[in-house]
């Protein structure tokens, strides 16, 4: 027969063991989950971001052939007319898909900006006497308060700025 005295005190060890292990794992895993949550959060709102970054490069290089295209054919800048907002009203905090807008807009459509992805920011073209003004807005969190991204091309050169002129990145 067992030894009753033994089997306690082996339960004992067992529970003071898994006692000490729950005090020191626990606020471990939250001093983790405090760091990375917050981490993950930036990330993937700065992985948003790069939409509005991509889509108005590509949107650049578009008019920027259009230009070029139009100069040749017209001796002309061919910049092309104001446009947008598209989707018209700025999405907030979610994406939502644009196709038929874009499509219904003779000014993106004849360019070929069609993103077929969901949108999170809206798109325009504003003109400025003999530059347009191509704009990207955002409200990635919802709260109101958007982004704006924006890129200026020159008629007279059928050059767009290489460097995206931003406010409030990651509204």
């Known amino acids: 027969m067992a030894d009753p005295k033994k089997g306690s005190s082996k339960g004992i060890i067992v529970l003071v063991v898994v006692a000490v292990l729950v005090v020191l794992v626990v606020p471990c895993i939250g001093v983790l989950a405090a760091v ?63 196709t038929s807008e874009l499509a219904a807009s003779t000014v993106f459509r004849d360019l070929g900006f069609a993103p077929t992805e969901p949108l999170r920011y809206t798109y325009e073209i504003v003109r400025e006497g003999d530059a347009a003004l191509l704009r990207a807005r ?32 990651l509204e």
């Not at 959060?41 to 970054?53: P, Q």
């Not at 969190?141 to 091309?153: A, I, M, N, P, V």
């Open 138 to 169: 955002g409200d990635l969190d919802g709260d109101g308060q958007t982004s704006l991204f924006e890129l200026r091309c020159e008629g007279r050169a059928c050059t767009c700025d290489s460097v995206v002129r931003v406010e409030n990145e």
């Open 36 to 98: 990375a949550i917050p981490s993950f959060i930036g990330y993937t709102r700065r992985s948003k971001v790069t939409e509005a970054r991509s889509n108005l490069r590509l949107l650049a290089g578009l008019v920027e052939r259009r230009c070029a295209t139009e100069r040749v054919a017209t001796a002309q800048a061919g910049l092309p007319e104001a446009a947008g907002p598209v989707p018209t009203v700025v999405p907030a905090g979610v994406a939502v898909v644009a």
